[in-house]
């Protein structure tokens, strides 16, 4: 057998590197924020980022997903992430989520999913990249809080989950009031205090 048959028998199914999963990221923000979500493509993002299609689907099934997680490219910055309080690390996911979904394209997207099917594959990536992966970082940003003593002990964890995401949802979808910094700051601080060992 050849060098290279070698290194291909090794490289096949090696899970995808995270800079090539940053590539595509980048290049399908780029492609969203300037032609908008019904350009975006696997084959558009595949020849802007040099990230080959196996590598990307392996990543996300459809270029719905792909679209939706390249909208919040970057709801946690690094700096704030890393040794963070639970209210500064959720309140900065919580400003990348706002800003995203303030820009034209996140409102577009927005009103698209008022009238989506609930089963369509739409309705489905902004579940799976949208909903589950914020609570999925903030169930990581509370268990952290949970561990060095910041937080006590939630009754349920999804609840306050819940608490914290609900409500940035729900007035997303349904529009009867604005999103901005300031009502994610609120939502946070609120369903905070709920295991504040102050108020315990």
């Known amino acids: 057998m050849s060098q290279d048959a070698n290194t291909e028998s090794k490289n096949r ?13 980048e290049a399908a923000h780029a492609i969203l924020m300037a032609e908008g979500f019904g350009r975006l493509t696997i084959e558009a993002v595949a020849a802007r980022s040099g990230v080959g299609k196996p590598t990307i689907y392996r990543n996300w099934a459809n270029a719905q997903e792909l679209a939706m997680a390249a909208l919040l490219v970057n709801p946690l910055p690094q700096a704030e992430a890393e040794g963070a309080t639970a209210e500064a690390a959720l309140g900065a996911q919580m400003r990348g989520m706002v800003t995203a979904f303030a820009s034209t394209r996140g409102r577009q997207i927005t009103m698209a999913l008022a009238a989506a099917d609930p089963e369509s594959e739409f309705t489905k990536a902004f579940r799976n990249q949208v909903i589950l992966s914020s609570r999925n970082a903030g ?11 910041e937080i ?19 007035r997303l979808l349904v529009g009867h009031r604005p ?8 939502v946070v601080k609120t369903a905070l ?8």
């Open 13 to 25: 199914g090696r899970p995808p590197s995270a800079a090539a999963r940053k590539r595509a990221l």
């Open 139 to 149: 169930r990581i940003i509370l268990e952290q809080a949970l561990a060095r003593g």
């Open 152 to 170: 006590i002990p939630p009754v349920d964890l999804e609840v306050l989950l819940d608490m914290i995401y609900g409500p940035v949802f729900f």
């Open 179 to 186: 999103v901005s910094p300031e009502f994610g700051d609120a």
């Open 193 to 200: 205090r709920a295991v504040s060992p102050r108020e315990a």
